[in-house]
């Protein structure tokens, strides 16, 4: 096993993330921004946070899976997001748990930060998502 996730006693919970990725390996994995966008870059799911997150998902395990990686190899995942406030949390998880079986999304999820920005490549963009693996 490449990736370890833990998160030490004490550490704050309940949160649905580990606090802590253990890595080993030699090949590291960088997945750039992924947003809402089709195969033709045609906006998919405008104005929906869940959808668009649920979506900009499967284009990081998309290109996860160009190096030959999957979700179980990442060790630290980015969510950048317009707007912030903490009303958006539910929208946020339900696009997430939409996709947790079909991506094979680890429970809890490794290491997770949430980003609140102005605004994003284009305007309609809601969400923008970063994943680092390992492999070994």
């Known amino acids: 096993m490449t990736v370890q996730l833990q998160t030490p006693e004490g550490m704050f ?3 649905p993330y580990h606090h802590v990725s253990i ?11 992924q947003i809402a966008r089709d195969g033709e870059g045609r906006p998919v ?14 284009n990081t395990a998309r290109g996860l899976a160009g190096a030959g990686a999957t979700f ?4 630290r995942l980015r969510f950048f997001v317009t707007d912030w406030r903490p009303e958006k949390y539910t929208d946020f998880m339900a696009g997430i748990e939409g ?10 999820l490794p290491p997770v ?14 969400i923008e998502v970063e994943a680092d693996a390992v492999l070994d």
């Open 13 to 15: 919970q309940p949160v």
């Open 45 to 58: 799911a405008p104005g929906d946070l869940g959808g668009q997150l649920a979506h900009a998902l499967r």
């Open 23 to 33: 890595a080993t390996g030699s090949r590291q994995v960088q997945v750039a921004g």
């Open 113 to 126: 930060s949430v980003i609140g920005v102005d605004y994003l490549f284009e305007p309609d963009v809601l």
């Open 72 to 75: 179980s190899d990442v060790v």
């Open 99 to 108: 996709v947790t079986e079909e991506l094979g999304l680890p429970t809890p």
